[in-house]
């Protein structure tokens, strides 16, 4: 199993960017996906998660209006559109995938991914 996550980058306050996952080495439809995110001296967090079949998403409050998830089943990709970043944005953002995902973003969480990616770097000044 595989997933490479890519389009971090450095952005100032406002700005966005659209992160990507794509992921191999197992039947990428079956699976829910999710985003993560941990910065320096926190825990990780679920920021958003989608079931298998594009159903509702799911997101934590603070992101909420910002950020959309969705994926793209025929090429095994899973998205995060990130909008109006604050500094408080800042973090390693993780593609995970698993069976439970609505339960990732509930506080505390319920359950943990299977699968997760090596992480791309968003830096919000």
């Known amino acids: 199993v595989q997933l490479v996550e890519s389009g971090g980058g450095s952005v100032q306050a406002g700005g966005s960017l659209r992160l990507s996952c794509g992921a191999s080495?197992?039947?990428?439809?079956?699976?829910?996906m999710g985003w993560f995110r941990q910065d320096i001296g926190k825990e990780r967090e679920a920021v958003a998660a989608?079931?298998?079949?594009?159903?509702?998403?799911y997101y934590v409050d603070s992101v909420k209006g910002r950020f959309t998830i969705s994926r793209d089943n025929t090429n095994n990709t899973l998205y995060l559109q990130v909008n109006n970043l604050t500094p408080e944005d800042t973090a390693m953002y993780y593609c995970?995938?698993?069976?439970?995902?609505?339960?990732?973003?509930?506080?505390?969480?319920?359950?943990?991914?299977?699968?997760w990616g090596q992480g791309t770097q968003v830096t919000v000044s």
């Open positions: 080495g197992y039947t990428y439809s079956s699976y829910c």
């Open positions: 989608i079931w298998s079949d594009s159903g509702t998403p």
């Open positions: 995970a995938a698993g069976t439970f995902c609505s339960g990732w973003i509930r506080s505390p969480p319920i359950g943990r991914p299977l699968y």
